[in-house]
């Protein structure tokens, strides 16, 4: 009987342990396998092409490697975006998103679209023996993944800046147009208002860590609002009002990318301030769920908010450079190119047309599509910067 408990106790260790290293690798194993590429890297370029390339300032609204690893600058050859291969592909300035919760409809999408329940974020945290309060708590992992951008930078402040203010960015802006020593700007955005728990209040600290860019919802419906991939698509609740009055208090920028089409027309009935659209594309090109509509496009429009578009196939509805192009001529032709923009969502679980090192195909495929020279930069970074310009506070604010 003894020899049996003994037995049984024993293959359970072993059980729990190979169950524990198992979590641990898969860990690893789905950033790589949920972020792969069309194009293999790596990539050739028109020496002319390339040249312009590296001239623009480039600035991305939208990348999730910090949800997803926190190993920015160790280069890499799979996934999307890492600071060697960001400074490779021409970047200046990313936008990395701090995501809490990826339900597990997410992965296995029924028609009836995303519900709510389970967190793989949480599974992912328990997995990579994170602290056990990100195991716990959406709140706890959010400042722990912005701890961890914040110690990036501050380790490598020769390399990268974080960008929370007019004056950062008025720097960084004046350091790209000098020439060499050029810093890749990093500012922080929350996706999805659940990162809150329910507790509006602590919005006032994250804006204290530094986040200046917001979004309601990320793909399911959540006490704040409804979400272009949930399955009640509601409008904004009243905790939503009130998270939405506080965020333009601060001066956060409000990110409509993942927003039901209910929410959108709320959140741009009762926002003053230029808004985001941070990832996404347009139905017009591309009816997906969590895409545009036309009146939408006319709201940002008015708005004079960006429509960033992504670099993956479920919202090009194709999975070529060109197509990426053609989404923002459309949007370019609707509504004028100055509300256009890029939201790569590198690392964000998607099949992206290329990695971090691609990105001077796309400057091509914009001049194949006819835009000029003045309408890429703009395009590539100029009215991204813009809009932060008219919306980060002043060092002295
Ligand atoms: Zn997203």
Redesign the pocket.
Known sequence: MKKLFKTILMLSLIGLLSLTAFFFYMAGRSYELSNSVVLQPPYDFEPSILDFHKSLFVADLHADTFTAVDSFMQRKDYAHLDFARAQEGGFSLLTMSVATEVPLSMVRRKPEGVARGGNLIKLGSFASLEPIGNWLSNYQRGLWIIDNIHRTVEENADQLALITTREDLEELLAEHLGGDDKRIGILLAV?GGHILEADVDRLDELYTRGIRMFSLT?AFDNEYGGASEGVDQYGITTAGMALLARLQELGIIVDI??ASPALVDDILRSVESPIVYS?GGVRGVCDADRNLSESALEKIQANGGLVAIGFWDRVLCGDSVADIAASMRYVADRIGVEHVAIGS?FD?GVKTVFDATGLPLLTEALLDAGFSDGEIRQIMGENYTRLLLASLPTQTH
């Open positions: 996706e990320h990318a993942h990832h969502d964000g």
